[in-house]
């Protein structure tokens, strides 16, 4: 039977936000899955939309046997401690030792994040690779899945067999990328060797907030890849990368695999290295709310503002007021009484101090934290004043929306605070609101606001764009910067441009 052995590593690094990832943040079960080994990892993430569930899936089809190692993932942060990477490492390379000894391996499936970054390896994915090689050798078949945002390196390219990532953004795909993972591996099984490969790096970095394939530019242009790779027998990627990960080889690649790899990958290049289609286009924090309030007056359906630059699925901690504190400036919720939301608020203390009380208590709270921005200064202070306790929670929620659909999410205590009108859904873990089930736990009914804010830059689509009648896109005072230019790069290779 053949025997592959699978591991995960998962972490998005902004080396520019507040909040390092510790070994704790890979253990507490908010944003991923909680660190786990062996069979553990079969028994929860089976069925389960993320890539190394897709892989399995298809193994099973297969009929290969797995070796699980270790999967780990840790909401985006700035950098993996040392400890927390030497950890994760040492769990998928000793598993790895073991199963060479106990009987070999066919193959070793690794589920990647590309963006990680550790206080001891700023090239923490190829790290890990140059790890397993020394152990495995050059010709046992390596293939990894990757985020559509991973910072492909040359090390990567090099020490892997096959490299595939996600064509969405949202990420929906995740576990079909685990499946395309299997078929790339099957196909190195088969082949014997691995298949030619060619790559090319974009000369600038892409916003996040243009990157999503739902539009243009990106939505043509996976589309002509996956053409050209039916066209071609190809299996190609074009990762935007994350523009806030602080060393030499962030940005965007695109490459190939396959006896057309130069072709396809030369030509895909030519398309997507195009800057003009990739600037960037946001509203400010006032603008937004304003705009909002105008087409919400006529719409049947909420409008939605990504407060994007307190993302916590790109390095915020979640905790910003500057989207709250225009809301109130601008008397949304008196407007919109009880229909306008926003969340998630991560706040130990504010959901802490809400704990045990009934729906309709009044609490005067202290809501959110001044956190320091790429910029150098604070953000927004927190809002202070009388809040009405609507709905508390354990904050454990099954994720029911196409993105990361049956993760079972563990928030912590959380409540539902309402200030002048508005409602925030406020919780002790650190997760994007990318699901509706999110506010839902918290007795927020998102069909029925008329605004409603999330702490997102795109992930919010996939569930949130059936619901709106609008999405704008806020900028108030945080961690992720929205335009590149705007951070203070220091190890950033002198050839890539800051903006298309």
């Known amino acids: 039977m053949t025997r592959i052995l699978i591991a995960g590593f998962q972490h998005e690094t902004n080396t520019f936000a507040p909040s390092l990832a510790d070994w704790a943040a890979f253990n507490r079960g908010d944003s991923f899955p909680p660190f786990m080994q062996g069979e553990a990892i079969q028994q929860r993430l089976t069925g389960v939309n993320v890539p190394v569930g897709g892989f399995m899936a298809a193994a099973d089809r297969l009929g290969w046997e797995l070796i699980p190692a270790a999967w780990a993932g840790a909401g985006p942060s700035s950098y993996v401690t040392e400890d927390a990477f030497e950890r994760i490492c040492a769990a998928i390379v000793t598993t790895t030792r073991q199963a060479l000894a106990d009987g070999g391996l066919e193959g070793i499936y690794l589920d990647l994040h590309g ?9 923490a994915e190829g790290e890990l690779l140059a790890r397993l090689r020394a152990v495995v050798g050059a010709d046992l078949p390596l293939v990894v899945s990757l985020d559509l945002h991973a910072n492909i390196t040359e090390k990567m390219l090099d020490l892997s067999d096959a490299l595939v990532a996600y064509r969405k953004y949202p990420h929906t795909d995740m576990a079909a990328t685990g499946e395309l993972a299997a078929s790339l591996m099957q196909r190195r099984l088969s082949g014997g060797s691995r298949e030619p490969a060619h790559s090319r790096r974009l000369p600038f970095l ?46 965007p690649v695109v490459w190939s695999h396959g006896a057309q790899a130069v072709l396809v990958c030369d030509a895909m290049y030519a398309l997507v290295a195009e800057p ?27 409008v939605v503002i990504a407060d994007t630059q307190d993302n916590p699925g790109a390095g915020g901690d979640s905790n910003t007021t500057g989207m709250l504190h225009e809301l109130l400036r601008q008397d949304v919720g008196k407007r919109h009484p009880g ?67 049956g993760s079972k999410i563990a928030l912590g205590p959380s409540a ?20 509706r089930a999110l506010l839902q736990m918290l007795g927020i009914a998102p069909e029925k606001m008329k605004i409603i804010v999330v702490k997102s830059s795109n992930h919010f689509r996939a569930d949130f764009t059936p619901l709106a009648s609008h999405i704008l896109v806020g900028v108030a005072a945080g961690p992720m910067a929205a335009d590149p230019a705007t951070m203070p790069w220091k190890k950033l290779s002198p050839h890539i441009r800051l903006t298309p």
Not at 341 to 360: F, K, N
């Open 115 to 123: 963006a990680a970054v550790a206080q001891n390896a700023d090239d």
């Open 206 to 251: 892409i916003p996040l907030n243009s990157q999503s394939t739902d539009m243009a530019p990106a939505k043509a242009l996976y589309e002509h890849m996956l053409a050209l790779d039916a066209l071609h027998g190809t299996v190609s990627s074009f990762c935007m990368g994350f523009p806030a990960s602080d060393f030499d080889e962030c940005g």
């Open 276 to 302: 003009a289609p990739w600037r960037l286009h946001c509203l400010s924090a006032q603008q937004a709310v304003a705009q909002a309030l105008t087409l919400c007056a006529s719409a049947d359906k909420p």
């Open 339 to 405: 229909q306008v939301a926003l969340g998630l608020m991560y706040d130990e203390a504010a959901a802490a101090a809400c704990v045990g009380l009934a729906p309709g208590t009044k609490i005067s709270l202290s809501l959110g934290t001044a956190v320091p921005t790429f910029t150098g200064q604070l953000s927004d202070p927190p809002v202070t004043g009388t809040f009405t306790v609507q709905a508390t929670s354990d904050g454990h929620c099954t994720l029911t929306g196409p993105m990361m659909t």
């Open 416 to 435: 539902c605070l309402e200030i002048d009108g508005i409602l925030v859904a406020v919780v002790s873990g650190k997760m994007q609101l990318l699901d």
